[in-house]
């Protein structure tokens, strides 16, 4: 695939194409992929690449071993797989393996040393943001080797209806930028019990793959805010992943990123409750609940305006029509709506479709197509890790929501 080819697939020039695609014939070869985490990202990722015909995966590689298995066995090749039991065995994948590629679906806190890993060996490596679980870790991955093969997992870049609206704002239609809100509606709330800790698997380097301070809960089976058990449940300790702010956030954010050109924010400052969830419990006996909060407000403030994201649990049911994010202008407003529409109504009123984050087969698919049409192509599959704006903002609120104060997002803060 040439450069040309590559760009009009994306989308830049603006072409009006429903969707971003690759095939076989943009690749010099089908790509040899290993997936790292077996859980429903990594499942989603293997059922894609079982569906083409660019890639087939040659090894996968799970702490847990029945679900590495179950993926395994749900996405046989007839090339043969490569079995690893737990994160800390990358290295020795990677060297039997030999892929051209790497897929990362594991927690937020153990990806950045896989991620070094691979930029260290040239292996392009797609991530999902936020990329890793601390802004001192984040300063440390701008200095990456090789950052050009890092590719951060977001639809946006791959979403041709998102380069239209960005076209439009940038020529006028709404005037000049100066605030944007997410709002996010989770429903089906109830106050959380305290689950039963779980030990480690004992082939698991904790202190090494997963927590930098040393071991951590370990919660496969917590319940989360739907009262059934989620696997895994990284996201819903603040320390370990800031719940739904960790889980949803870079989605909307990638995509009024895509939008309008947000710069680094100078300050921000969050607040949370947990008027739903209740009380974060941490018994004696090894039982705990999540003490992420089930309502969150994050302000971030820049230069030239400011962006605010929310997130609210409630006991009933959700409107999905609920979830939106507004880009306000001085002269107009463009929505995103959850439902996949968005709509500019200002100097020049106009509507069309992106990939919402609620539709993951169409997010797993940009995401994959995206990033395997870049290998194919020959180019740089991301931006800088210090250019990742869905990982620095969720990484901010987190930093704040702890220290309860208004941060300075110019002062080194090692959270």
């Given at each position: 695939?040439?450069r ?30 290993a997936?790292a ?8 990722v ?11 995966v ?15 066995g ?20 990677l ?39 601390s ?29 239209e ?34 030990v ?191 990982t ?24």
């Amino acid at each position: 695939m040439n450069r040309r080819r590559f760009i009009q697939m994306v989308g830049v020039a603006g072409a009006a194409a429903p969707e971003f695609k690759v095939t076989a014939k943009d690749l010099p070869k089908r790509l040899r992929v290993a997936i790292a985490g077996g859980g429903a990202a990594g499942t989603a990722v293997a059922a894609w690449i079982r569906a083409s015909d660019v890639a087939r995966v040659v090894a996968i590689i799970d702490p847990a071993r029945d679900r590495a298995r179950r993926l395994w066995g749900d996405s046989r090749d007839p090339g043969g797989y490569l079995l690893r039991a737990d994160y800390s065995n990358l290295t020795d994948a990677l060297d039997a393996a030999r892929p051209d590629a790497v897929v990362l679906a594991v927690p937020d806190h153990c990806q950045a040393k896989l991620v070094r890993e691979c930029t260290r060996r040239e292996i392009p490596v797609l991530v999902r943001a936020p990329l890793c679980h601390s802004l001192s870790e984040l300063a440390e991955l701008a200095h990456l080797p090789n950052p050009e093969k890092l590719h951060v997992a977001v639809a946006a870049p791959a979403d041709v209806g998102l380069t239209e609206l960005s076209r439009l704002i940038s020529s006028g239609a709404i005037g000049t930028v100066h605030r944007a809100t997410i709002f996010v509606s989770l429903g089906g709330g109830r106050r959380e019990r305290p689950t039963a800790l779980e030990v480690p698997p004992g082939d698991l380097d904790w202190a090494r793959w997963c927590a930098d301070t040393g071991p951590a809960p370990y919660l496969p089976s917590v319940v989360g805010r739907t009262g059934k058990a989620e696997v895994p449940g990284w996201r819903w300790h603040l320390r370990y992943g800031n719940g739904p702010m960790g889980a949803l956030a870079p989605h909307w954010i990638a995509a009024v990123c895509a939008v309008h050109a947000w710069p680094q924010p100078e300050k921000c400052y969050s607040i949370g409750r947990r008027p739903v969830l209740g009380r974060p419990v941490a018994h004696a006996d090894g039982s705990a609940t999540s003490n992420a909060p089930d309502h969150q407000i994050a302000w971030l403030r820049f230069p030239n305006g400011d962006v605010t994201w929310e997130h609210r649990l409630t006991r009933g049911k959700k409107d999905p029509s609920d979830d939106h994010a507004l880009v306000c202008g001085t002269h107009g407003v463009a929505q995103l709506r959850a439902d996949g529409r968005w709509s500019i109504t200002g100097r020049r009123d106009a509507s069309g479709s992106w990939i919402a984050p609620a539709d993951q087969p169409r997010v797993t698919a940009a995401i994959c197509a995206h990033f395997f049409a870049a290998i194919g192509a020959n180019q740089a599959v991301s931006h800088t890790p210090a250019g990742d704006p869905a990982t620095e903002w969720v990484l901010w609120s987190m930093a704040t929501l702890q220290a309860g104060r208004t941060l300075d997002c110019q002062t080194p803060v090692a959270v």
